[in-house]
């Protein structure tokens, strides 16, 4: 495992994902852009965040200090060690890390990772293109919404799970309903689904959310009445 700085925070990455590319997209402010800026546009101090994808911690970090509190839910298994060092030498407090995936029907999936570590996934049915050779398979333990601690108290989603959005909106309506912002990072260019972020969208907006801003692939929602 290494590490490195990012602005003023201490980054760790295992060795496996550190590639030119990646920390090509780090260096220049590339890397989670859009939702770095959404988050520190639309979120504060009295939201409890539910984050989906919690990769490198580079946005848990940014959710713990503008938020109230974050729950990180990170699948890949390789990222425990490193996520768990980044929260600990930056001195949070106000995150929680749980390494599941969340899954209303199942017990147990197959997690995708690669050597690009945001292509990994549990969800896609295709191969990562280029990185689909690196490709190497965990059997990742599930959980439902309903039994992360505290789950009650979340009214705000981060989601971006590199092609896992649309099953995650599509099984978690009474979880979603209760919350009153959503930031959304849709991956259609992942999925084979040429309809992918129509349907993600669509179905946001039928849980009574509306579109505040757009940037890229990246989107924040907030209920009407909110």
Do not use: W
């Not at 930056?90 to 969340?102: C, E, G, P, R, W």
């Not at 999936?109 to 945001?118: A, E, K, L, P, S």
């Not at 129509?198 to 692939?217: A, D, E, M, P, R």
């Amino acid at each position: 495992m290494k590490s490195f700085l990012y602005k003023n925070d201490k980054i760790f990455i295992p060795d496996r994902y550190d590639i030119p590319l990646i920390r090509e997209r780090i260096n220049s402010g590339v890397y989670e852009k859009e939702e770095l800026t959404l988050l520190n546009k639309y979120l504060d101090k009295k939201d409890y965040v539910l984050e989906i994808g919690g990769c490198l911690g580079i946005t848990t970090l940014e959710l713990s200090r503008k938020c109230k509190h974050v729950i990180c839910v990170e699948a890949n298994p390789e990222l425990k060690e490193s996520l768990r060092e980044t929260i600990k030498k930056n001195n949070v407090t106000n995150a929680d890390l749980i390494f599941k995936y969340i899954s209303e029907t199942l017990d147990t999936v197959t997690f995708q990772t690669y050597d690009f570590i945001v292509a990994g996934s549990a969800d896609r049915q295709d191969n990562a293109r280029e990185f689909s050779k690196t490709r190497i398979d965990y059997s990742v333990e599930c959980i439902k919404a309903k039994e992360i601690p505290n789950i009650s108290q979340v009214n705000c989603l981060n989601i971006d799970c590199e092609g896992g959005e649309l099953i995650f909106l599509e099984e978690n309506s009474q979880l979603i309903r209760r919350c009153n912002k959503m930031i959304v990072e849709t991956h259609q260019f992942l999925t084979e689904d040429k309809k992918f972020n129509q349907k993600c969208l669509s179905l946001i907006n039928n849980y009574g959310f509306v579109l505040v801003q757009s940037i890229g692939s990246t989107h924040f929602f907030k209920k009407e009445y909110s």
